[in-house]
């Protein structure tokens, strides 16, 4: 059973740097695409990041310049730094792995997600 939890979340003031974490149990993530999603309230939830199994990495317009998404499998980890805070960051960021080497954008394409980790970003 694959487990993925995040971790790192908080409360920020505009212009400041969270770093997010996710760990994974149960299986090795190497060689497979992981990714991080958001969504705020009421709202759907969108792609903010993801990072091959080949370590390609492709970025929403919204985060681009500003967040970095990075991977260890030596620790079974994937971080996602994010500078440049502004409040319409504030969401649950999720963490989610796929069954293969690449995944898009879409939700759909992960298999496996964690419980979420609240950010909230203030003017």
């Known amino acids: 059973q694959v487990q993925l939890v995040e971790s790192g979340g908080g409360s920020v003031q505009a212009g400041g740097s969270l770093r997010l974490s996710c760990a994974a149990s149960?299986?090795?993530?190497?060689?497979?695409?992981m990714a991080w999603f958001r969504q705020a309230p009421g709202k759907e939830r969108e792609f903010v990041a993801t990072i091959s199994g080949r370590y390609s990495t492709l970025y929403a317009s919204s985060v681009k310049g500003r967040f970095a998404i990075s991977r260890d499998n030596t620790k079974n980890t994937m971080t996602l730094e994010m500078n440049s805070l502004k409040p319409e960051d504030t969401a649950v960021y999720f963490c989610s792995l796929a069954q293969g080497v690449f995944a898009g954008l879409s939700a759909g394409e992960y298999d496996y997600w964690g419980q979420g980790t609240q950010v909230t970003v203030s003017s």
């Open positions: 149960g299986r090795t993530i190497s060689g497979y695409s």
